[in-house]
């Protein structure tokens, strides 16, 4: 599934029409026919549906789901909220050909008619505004829009809620509340962003028909499935043995903070990985070798004598602490390791200045920082950075030469090249301390048997949401489910890919 800006869509809907030669009255066709047939089954005969009609082609879907509609029998009301003349080209052959089988246009064009037409309406279809909107919505739509939100209709929305960019940096300010949006052709970017998600309800991806080309070169960024992760996982060879599926080394955790390390190695095992050994402080040792009679473990004051090219990756940061020492320990392992090297949490902190100067562009290094942590290494407001976490994303990748993991109910995966992945497994139970540091044990354990990064990340965060989904499904609930519980879940999310 691709995830688009405005500008990504208007290009992939020109190519499939210039190019590859779909007339657009086709496309417009589909759509509307599509979110008509997603409707029916859930009508039961006598509601009163009202479809809200703007100037653009967002309109013009809405005049072939009345045609539909009205064609199958239903009491569908088309009202036009616009002067004639702002209807034009496609959306003005629709709106002929409505009246043409019979349909009545209703006209509302101030809030009292719009209210005055929307009183009966048990459903709306809102097709006022699409991905044309640009800026802060302007009067009378922004009236109408409140009047919707008013309503007790159920809001079925087509391609987007009214009022809602599809691009980055939208407020979500006077936008239709949908109960339903179907989206047309590919997601819409703003259906992924903290503030404008919550206005598209549950939403639907409709296929209208663009091919596959027109796609491609057009838009690197789409949402990770299922089938994507099932796609990069290795058989386990017959003949394998223990170092086969990676060597890890886990630095962290720390005398008074033994536990995000002890999940972080967990993890890391129950993902495959074949060998792990944790250098921590001495003093932690013993606790964590309780809980994880698995992997082998060293004082960490021996990391600068290691030879780190016994490890096929390298995770630090759970439980590090932000003390020099650890410090220290962040800039040895930055510059001398070769292997990927997945940085977390404190890590992150201290790798900051050596990120920015590009210390190890070319060898794979993997962040995954929560939003905080994120806006700290780009020294910008947390809030900037949710309103436009794709381009700040994409812009430090590039610039750094690193893969980022950017935590969120949406976690956005970023390559250095411009692709991008969004994830949505997971739920609201993953809002605990140690989440993060399972997911860093699952990332290590996938990039030491993945050769590209980027895929590692993605299926470690779509992994570790499925889990979390599976344990809350099953066993626990969103309150009381453990990060211990997420490593537990490990395994049913591999009954389930395999
Ligand atoms: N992609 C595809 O392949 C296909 C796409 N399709 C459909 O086309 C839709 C996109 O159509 P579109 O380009 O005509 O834009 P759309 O949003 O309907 O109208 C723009 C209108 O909004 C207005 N307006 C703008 N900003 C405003 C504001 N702040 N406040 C108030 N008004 C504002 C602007 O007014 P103006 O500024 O011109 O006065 C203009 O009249 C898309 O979402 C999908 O549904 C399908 O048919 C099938 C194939
Ligand atoms: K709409």
């Not at 101030?110 to 809102?126: E, H, L, N, P, Y």
């Not at 007790?152 to 936008?175: F, H, L, M, R, Y």
């Not at 390390?261 to 606790?287: D, F, H, N, Y």
């Not at 140690?434 to 590209?452: E, F, N, P, R, S």
């Amino acid at each position: 599934m691709y995830i688009v800006t405005a500008q990504e869509m208007y290009d992939i809907e020109r190519h499939a029409i210039g190019e590859v030669g779909i007339p657009s009255v086709v496309l417009m066709e589909t759509a509307g026919r599509s979110i008509a047939s997603e409707i029916v089954p859930q009508l039961k005969g006598p509601e009163q549906i009202m479809v809200a009609i703007g100037a653009g082609n967002n309109g013009g879907d809405g005049w072939v789901i009345a045609r539909v509609l009205l064609e199958k029998g239903y009491q569908a009301i088309a009202v036009q909220t616009v002067p004639d003349a702002k209807i034009k080209g496609d959306a003005l052959l629709n709106k002929q050909i409505f009246e043409k089988v019979g349909g009545h246009v209703e006209y509302a064009t101030t809030q009292g008619d719009f209210k005055a037409k929307m009183r009966k309406a048990d459903i709306i279809i809102d097709a006022i505004l699409g991905i044309g909107t640009r800026g802060d919505v302007r009067e009378p739509y922004k009236g109408f829009i409140n009047s919707i939100n008013e309503s007790c209709a159920t809001v079925i929305s087509v391609d987007i809620p009214s009022g809602i960019e599809a691009s980055e940096g939208a407020t979500g300010k006077d936008a239709v509340q949908a109960d339903q949006t179907y989206m047309l052709g590919a997601a819409k970017l703003s259906a992924f962003l903290p503030k404008t998600a919550p206005y598209f309800g549950e939403w639907q991806l409709l296929d209208i028909g663009l091919p596959r080309i027109s796609f491609e070169s057009r838009v690197n960024r789409k949402l990770t499935t299922i089938a994507d992760v099932r796609k990069t996982l290795q058989k386990r060879n017959p003949f394998a043995h223990k170092g086969t599926y990676g060597k890890g080394l886990i630095v962290g955790g720390s005398e008074f903070m033994p536990g995000s390390v002890t999940m972080t190695v967990m993890a890391a095992l129950r993902t495959g990985a074949g060998l792990c050994t944790v250098a921590t402080e001495k003093a932690a040792i013993p606790s964590i070798a309780a809980n994880c009679l698995e992997a082998m473990y060293k004082d960490r004051a021996g990391i600068p004598e290691m030879d780190l090219s016994d490890f096929d990756g390298i995770a630090m940061g759970p439980g590090m602490g932000q003390d020099k020492t650890a410090g220290e320990l962040v800039n040895n392992l930055f510059r001398g390791a070769e292997c990927p090297l997945v940085i977390d949490a404190d890590a992150l902190q201290h790798a900051k200045e050596m990120l920015h100067a590009g210390v190890r562009k070319g060898r794979a290094t993997l962040l995954t920082p929560h939003p905080g942590e994120m806006a700290r290494l780009l020294d910008i407001e947390i809030g900037e950075l949710l309103a436009n976490p794709f381009s700040y994303s994409a812009r430090f990748a590039e610039q750094t030469g690193s893969y980022v993991l950017l935590k969120g109910k949406h976690t956005i995966v970023t390559a250095p090249d411009g692709r991008q992945s969004v994830n949505n497994t997971g739920n609201a139970g993953l809002a605990k301390g140690g989440t993060g540091d399972v997911l860093t044990g699952i990332v290590l354990a996938l990039a030491m048997q993945q050769d590209d990064p980027f895929e590692a990340l993605r299926c470690a965060c779509h992994i570790h949401g499925l889990s979390a989904d599976i344990q809350v499904e099953s066993a626990h609930s969103e309150h009381d489910l453990l990060a211990t519980d997420v490593v537990k879940g490990i395994g049913a999310v591999y009954r389930k890919l395999l």
